[in-house]
Structures are given as structure tokens and as C-alpha cells.
């Protein structure tokens, strides 16, 4: 999960994709970067840290032009810590692009192999990215009749990435000298949207990982991009768009509804708040089949993401609705935070109780997901401590038992806690008196309410079906024994153990 912003203006764009990041921050809190382009000659800016921390004022009069890209990290691959990965990465051969991505190749290391060896190109980090980013620049030379660029071949190029990338990836992109260009994977996986203003001088164009960005910058939402669909702004002002995938379907990253997305944000023209709202009164209706409403005295939510579903859920049982933590609002999200032991130290740092809502009382915590179990145990050990009697707990997703692949930091089954236990079994470790589940069918139609027609997601942190078709069992294992510090001997197993079935699907 990253946040990635695309600008083409009629004015300097550098405060315009910085006040962009700051609404994305929550996407990714490790790097953050900023790409602008004045009279073909591109202006940069990255480095690790918050946002507000990576630029000063020097940084951004050092990023002049009418035209950038921007984007905020949240590591999936490779160190947090690895400036080296922050985004946007640069090629200058054969022709100068930047380009920021959000999600995860699956393919990365056969991507690479092929690379050094028969398109003479070098990867210089582990970074998924980078990879795309070469793709893209080898296709553009590869389909260039010359030295010069048309659409054709610049759509060309990005059905070829569609045809050599298998994976999630949104992206946005300048190539030097002809404009700016965003696609997004044939599943649609992570979100992209887009829209214009309207000034004296012409339209602006703006390319965003949620809607939010757009609203909070004065831009109006067109739409988002289509899955497979390329979209380019030339230095006209003009856009074109052409569907550049041989086949496409949209399956969203259901995750995204849950946690990852600001509530006021639209994707795929589902409002993430209603979604949620949905879902606290799907949950109300399996709660009381499990827990009877009279043993339950108040519903507290677990700051931030969970409270449009307690909200419902406690209007829907008729039990009162109180805001029992105090969070602060200068610790990250914990979930995205790097590191086991940083996310346990921070959960009691992040919140605090309010003693009242608690002593004497039942209690039913509500939060989006469960993940590793971290945060919830903490919280409930926090509830008891403050004098609650019972602290029950109910969870707005179904259990996470099967590691993302396309861009979420939960790659490692031993670290989901939900691995290999039942709902009873996972109450005890959280030290919960007990435990209820959203339905994977009632998430589903948490969002298939709001729009009929989204009737495909990628579920596969719950269910382990992975919407790409190219991840196995052999994947996985290689994944974890990298995450564990394996190196090479994993990533080449992870290369050796899918070769034949990414090459079996390539053939089309």
C-alpha cells in the first residue's frame, strides 16, 4: 500500500502534490518523494521519513514546473529503513521517465532475470517498482519506430507491460518531453482516479491513489481509471486514453474498504464510509446470534478506522455507542508501522483510555480486522485495566489467515494469528471473553449494496484465492523464507517455483 499523485497544471504543481501527500499520508509513513519536469529536465526530491519531515522549504523551490508526480511509501519489499527505495524511481534510457507505483509485482524476480539477461537492463535495488519501471522503458523502445514517440506506441508499450507484468500496480508516470501517463493492473486491484479543474488558462488534470486527494485540492472526480485502461495527458492539455489489456475485470482489494482507505474517500465508486456502515450492520446481525444484547452494556470502537461500523452495529442492537480510547494523533497507524516489536510498543502510546466508559461495565470492542493480534491484545488488556467486567470483541472483516501479495505488509502466515485457529482459540490469545467475525459473504455485501454491479473482489487475505491466478503454494514459502532472511536462496526458489506457470499464462 503506497499513495501516488499525478499533477498537470497550469502553475507550479510543487505545493499541490505536497499538500496531495498529506492527505495520503496514511497510505505510507516510511518515504516520500516528489518528481516535477521544467523544459524536459526533471527536479526531485526523496528521502525516508513523514512527509512533513522530508521536505523544507529549499526542497520545494528546488522542484519547479507545471507538471510531477509524487508518492508515499509503505514498504512491501525490501528495508523500511532503505532510502535507496524510496519513490519516484528515474530511467534516462531511451527516453527519461519517472514513475511511481502502488502494490506488488508477483512476478518480480522472473521480471528480472529476463531483464539482465535479454533486455541488458540493470536493477539496482530490490525494489518491485524499479522493475516496472524498466519494463515500461524497455517496452517504449521496443515498440518506438525511431527516436520519437506517438500514442500508439506509447498505448503499445503499456499492453506489453500488461502482457510481461502479472501482480497489482497502479501507476503514474512522466516520460520527458511528451506528457504524463497512469494505468492500472487489468484486475483494477489497487485504486486509481482521476479528474480535472477548470482554469483561465486551461484544464488541469489530477491523478490520485483516492478520491480524498482530489476533493481536498479543488479538483472535481471524473472517475477512476479503468482495469488495463492507460490514460495520457500531453503537453497540450489533451488526454487520451485507450484500454490497453487483452482481457480485464475489475476485483478490487477488499482490504481497501475495510482499513486502508480514508472513510471519505469514493473508490470504484463505492463510498469507503457507507461501506463500513454496511458492515457494522451485517456484523450487528451475526453478533447477536453469538452474544445475547443484554450481556453487552456499551460498544466502543477501536480508533479510527472501525467507528462507521460500531456505529451501526450499536444502533442496530439498541446498546449505547461511547468513545472509550483517546487516540494520538502523532503516532502512525500501527498496522503500517515497520517491525513487530515498534508496533507493540506503540499500541499503548498511540491510545488511551477513558476510565468511566469502562469501569463496571461489558464491554464490546469493535474494529475493522484482526491481523497479527498485536494491537487487540494490547487493547483488551487496556479495557480490563481500566475496570471493564467483560470485554467482548467483534471484528468488521473475516479472519486474515492467508497473506497479501498485491501491496499490504502481511506476507507471513506465522504472523497472522488467525493461522491455524478458531474463532475460540483466537478469543483466548487476545484475551478476549469472546470473539465475532464478519462473514467474507457479508463483506461482500457490505459494498455490492452500494453498487450491484462491483461483483468481483480479491479476497485473498481471507480466503487465500488470489484474483492474479499465478500465486501457489511454492510462492508463498519462498516469500516467507526471503521475509526471514533467506536471500537469494528463496528469491530464487520464489523465481524457479512459478517460471512455469507465469510462462504457461503468458502464452495467449
Known amino acids: 500500500m503506497c499513495g501516488i499523485l499525478g499533477v498537470v497544471a497550469t502553475t507550479p504543481v510543487n505545493q ?105 537492463r540493470h536493477i539496482n535495488t530490490h525494489s518491485d517498482s524499479e522493475v516496472l519501471l524498466n519494463a515500461l522503458a524497455h517496452e517504449l523502445q521496443a515498440t518506438a519506430k525511431g527516436c520519437r514517440l506517438d500514442l500508439d506506441t506509447i498505448f503499445g508499450a503499456v499492453a506489453a507491460v500488461h502482457r510481461r507484468c502479472r501482480g497489482a500496480y497502479a501507476v503514474v508516470a512522466m516520460i520527458a518531453g511528451y506528457g504524463m501517463l497512469a494505468f492500472r493492473d487489468p484486475f483494477g486491484i489497487r485504486p486509481l482516479v482521476f479528474g480535472t479543474n477548470e482554469t483561465l ?175 487487540s491484545r494490547e487493547i483488551v488488556e487496556m479495557a480490563r485495566a481500566a475496570g471493564a467486567l467483560k470485554v467482548y470483541f467483534a471484528s468488521a472483516s473475516p479472519p486474515v489467515r492467508y497473506p497479501n501479495v498485491y501491496g499490504i505488509d502481511m506476507p507471513t502466515r506465522s504472523e497472522l494469528i488467525a493461522t491455524g485457529r478458531s474463532g475460540e482459540e483466537i478469543a483466548r490469545e487476545i484475551g478476549a471473553d469472546a470473539l465475532v467475525y464478519q462473514d467474507l459473504d457479508a463483506l461482500k455485501a457490505s459494498i455490492r449494496e452500494l453498487k450491484p454491479s462491483l461483483c468481483c473482489f480479491d479476497t485473498s487475505c481471507f480466503d487465500g484465492s488470489y484474483i492474479t491466478g499465478d500465486v501457489s503454494p511454492a510462492y508463498l514459502n519462498a516469500i516467507e523464507l526471503a521475509r526471514e532472511g533467506y536471500g537469494m536462496a528463496a528469491r530464487e526458489e520464489l523465481w524457479s517455483s512459478n517460471q512455469l506457470q507465469l510462462n504457461l499464462m503468458s502464452v495467449d
Not at 69 to 77: K, Q
Not at 261 to 266: F, I, K, L, M, N
Open 16 to 120: 499541490l502534490l505536497y499538500d496531495g501527500l498529506m492527505v495520503l499520508q496514511h497510505r505510507g509513513q516510511d518515504a516520500a518523494g516528489i518528481a516535477t519536469v521544467e523544459n524536459d529536465a526533471f527536479h526531485m526530491h526523496k528521502a525516508s521519513g513523514l512527509v512533513r519531515d522530508v521536505f523544507r522549504t529549499r526542497n520545494m523551490r528546488a522542484l519547479p514546473g507545471n507538471m510531477g508526480i509524487a508518492h508515499c511509501r509503505y514498504p512491501t519489499a525490501g528495508s523500511a529503513f532503505d532510502s535507496s527505495l524510496s519513490q519516484p524511481f528515474y530511467v534516462n534510457s531511451p527516453f527519461g521517465i519517472v514513475l511511481g507505483h502502488n502494490g506488488n509485482l508477483t512476478n518480480t524476480e522472473q521480471l528480472k532475470e529476463e531483464m539482465f539477461r535479454q533486455d541488458l
Open 201 to 375: 488558462e486551461g484544464t488541469e488534470y489530477l491523478f490520485a491513489s483516492e478520491s480524498v486527494a482530489l476533493d481536498t485540492l479543488g479538483f472535481k472526480v471524473l472517475r477512476d481509471v479503468d482495469p488495463g485502461e492507460a490514460i495520457f495527458i500531453d503537453l497540450d492539455h489533451r488526454m487520451h486514453q485507450r484500454q490497453c489489456a487483452r482481457s480485464s475485470a475489475l476485483a478490487p482489494c477488499i482490504f481497501e474498504f475495510v482499513y486502508l482507505a480514508r472513510p471519505d474517500s469514493v473508490i470504484d465508486g463505492v463510498s469507503v464510509y457507507e461501506a463500513r456502515l454496511h458492515m457494522g450492520e451485517h456484523l450487528a446481525d451475526k453478533l447477536v446470534k453469538h452474544i445475547p444484547v443484554e450481556e453487552i452494556d456499551v460498544v466502543i470502537p477501536i480508533p479510527d478506522s472501525s467507528r462507521p461500523s460500531a456505529m451501526q452495529l450499536a444502533q442496530r442492537i439498541g446498546v449505547p455507542y461511547r468513545e472509550g480510547f483517546v487516540k494520538n494523533r502523532y503516532i502512525g497507524r500501527t498496522f503500517i508501522m515497520p517491525g513487530q516489536a515498534t508496533r507493540k510498543r506503540s499500541v499503548r502510546q498511540k491510545l488511551n483510555t477513558v476510565a468511566q466508559e469502562f469501569r463496571g461495565k461489558r464491554v464490546l470492542l469493535v474494529d475493522d480486522s484482526i491481523v497479527r493480534g498485536t494491537t
